[in-house]
């Protein structure tokens, strides 16, 4: 008889079952009900981009692409890069293409972070960074973000920096509270990670989209970080292409070397008719962004608005597509629980943050909504949560 087979998940995945925005939006697409979970926006991007992609295949742009990235693209981000923060970059040693953000930072982590090494994240974390450092068999160290404000608790940072520690995991306009780092915690970062030469990875996919006027200031361009940053960013949120994937990391040339060596395991190269699309955005669709960035501000508004109305109390965010909620206030008590059943209580899916802690305890009572849809999508949405009021 043939020996049968046992194979099970391997031990790095430990803990980790279906990322839970796959599971919620399983969850919406099951039940018809309105996701505000994932954070995908409903409209699509400038009809130009989407238009010189098409060309691209058309015209036979479709085998691979230089590891690193098409140069066009390459450069497109490098004059970015300087023309928002005033950082310059050589696109040959400094940029590197990657299958969107996510990649970026799993090629950061793998290319810059040995085993038993320790990584500091800032929780709630988008939860791919610490399934990221444990597939690294790195041990993610985590630090607080606590309502109403999210600030950077100063001192718990410094306590969890230890001898062990080789990176810090930086989210800024952050996912899921839609904080944004102020001068003070960049300057208290870089003071830190000077002290006890850190690497930082600094995610800011985010870039473009902040609210009232605050505007966001790349690690990249900072004092004591910008010398010991990888940023990572991507097409997908700055021009509402998200199923895309092209994302990028930027910075020193040993650093960004680093990223393209795990990367080049990890994808080899990424997806070439859209590189060439981006690299043309990136310069010709200022207008789409702003329109964007107005849009999803008043979205923000609307949504918030009647968050608070249905009686949630509503972390109103100065960037990202996300605002936070406690639910306790309406008798809820466990956002898991809360967000399984939202779609009969309710007919809305989000997401429970506690799946964004270490501890979920710390997570427990918080929710997150996703603000990049129609308005009349969210109009819905609020018209149909108002059954949970009182
Ligand atoms: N960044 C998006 C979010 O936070 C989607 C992430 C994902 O599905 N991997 O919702």
């Not at 966001?216 to 900072?222: E, I, K």
């Not at 943050?353 to 979920?360: A, I, R, T």
Request: proline share 6%; net charge negative.
């Amino acid at each position: 008889m043939l020996g049968a087979v046992t194979h099970s998940t391997a031990r790095r995945l430990d803990g980790f079952g279906t990322t839970i925005f796959a599971e919620m939006s399983a969850l919406a697409a099951r039940t018809g009900a309105i996701n505000l979970g994932q954070g995908f926006p409903d409209t699509g991007g400038p009809a130009a981009l989407l238009e010189r992609a098409r060309t691209a295949i058309a015209g036979g742009d479709n085998q691979y692409a230089p590891g690193q990235g098409v140069s066009p693209l390459r450069e497109a981000i490098a004059r970015h890069q300087q023309r928002h923060y005033g950082i310059a970059l050589d696109p040959d040693r400094q940029v590197v293409v990657t299958t969107g953000a996510t990649e970026a930072i799993a090629a950061a982590v793998l290319g810059l972070v040995d085993p038993g090494d320790e990584v500091i994240v800032f929780e709630p974390f988008f939860d791919s960074y610490v399934a990221m450092v444990q597939m690294a068999g790195a041990v993610p160290k985590p630090v607080t973000l606590r309502v109403p404000d999210f600030r950077l608790p100063v001192e718990e940072l410094r306590a969890a920096v230890g001898p062990r520690t080789r990176a810090i995991l930086v989210n800024s306009p952050h996912n899921p509270t839609g904080a944004l780092l102020t001068d003070g915690e960049l300057a208290v970062l870089a003071e830190v990670a000077c002290e006890h030469d850190l690497v930082v990875i600094s995610d800011e996919v985010y870039e473009h989209l902040t609210f009232d006027g605050v505007r966001h200031r790349s690690l990249g361009s900072v004092p004591g970080l910008a010398d010991r940053t990888v940023v990572v960013s991507s097409a997908g949120k700055t021009f509402s292409v998200t199923g895309w994937k092209v994302g990028w990391a930027t910075g020193p040339a040993d650093l960004v070397g680093a990223v393209l060596s795990a990367k080049q395991w990890l994808s080899y190269s990424s997806g070439t008719p859209f590189q060439g699309a981006v690299a043309w955005a990136l310069e010709h669709v200022g207008d789409f962004v702003a329109g964007l960035r107005a849009d999803l501000q008043s979205q923000r508004d609307l949504l918030c608005d009647g968050l608070g109305e249905v009686g949630f109390t509503v972390y109103r965010p100065q960037g990202t597509y996300f605002a936070t909620t406690d639910i306790r206030p309406l008798g809820f008590a466990d956002g898991l629980d809360f967000c399984r059943r939202l779609p009969d209580l309710a007919g809305v899916v989000a997401i429970p943050q506690q799946v964004l802690h270490l501890d979920p305890e710390r997570g427990r009572p918080f929710v997150r909504w996703a603000f990049c849809k129609r308005s009349d999508v969210i109009k819905e949405a609020l018209e149909r949560l108002g059954k949970l009021r009182g």
